[in-house]
């Protein structure tokens, strides 16, 4: 019989799902196999089976995850008390800590999912879960005035996510971290000329500025 995770079950499948994140972090996602995700859990694989049928399957439970906490990032760093550029420059920093050593993890996936309909089912669903999560979000700042009301909010998201992913892209291929967050923040503050940031500081802000 295999030895079951101690945990209840919901508890157990999020420690499962936090190990199969480190073991795809450590070997990349081709080379991770069910047994390195037991043996990191701490469990027998057919342990792991009870909860997973599938490495994709893991993957695709990883994947869900990763919204909601795009969601506590942007409304712990973002609010109406605090100037704009520097809750961007903060937004960068969190964004590092949490995801600085999975960038080269996020593009094998992107080259997987071209050949595996499974991971691009995946990839495509938490898309549109991000989207959702900064839509929603961007629709507040809107009603707040830091965006202007014609706005296209599903094309600015885009935009947004698309600044990201290209300067992960960037440090990716070797660009220094300080480079990195002044084009981040110039980029933010191109997107969002409307924002806060000019509303509460009227002076011109700078990356070197808010760069902690």
Known sequence: MPRVVP???????????????????????????????AKKVGVSKGALYLYFASKEELFDALCRSEPLALRDILFSTFNENRNYMESASEFFDKMVARYGS????????????????SLKRSLRRTQEEYAKVLISFFEQLREKGFIRKD???????????????GIETLMVSGLPLPEAKDAWLEG????????????QNPEPVTPETVRR
């Open 102 to 117: 999975n960038y080269g993890l996020s593009f094998e996936i992107f080259s997987e999912a071209s050949r595996n309909p």
């Open 151 to 165: 706005s296209d909010l599903r094309s600015l998201t885009y935009a947004s996510i698309g600044l990201w992913n």
């Open 7 to 37: 945990e209840y079950k919901e508890e157990a499948k999020n420690r499962i799902v936090l190990a199969a994140g480190r073991v795809f972090s450590e070997k990349g996602y081709r080379q991770a196999t069910m047994d390195d995700v």
């Open 188 to 199: 933010f503050k191109a997107l969002f000329s409307h924002s806060a940031s000019e509303a």
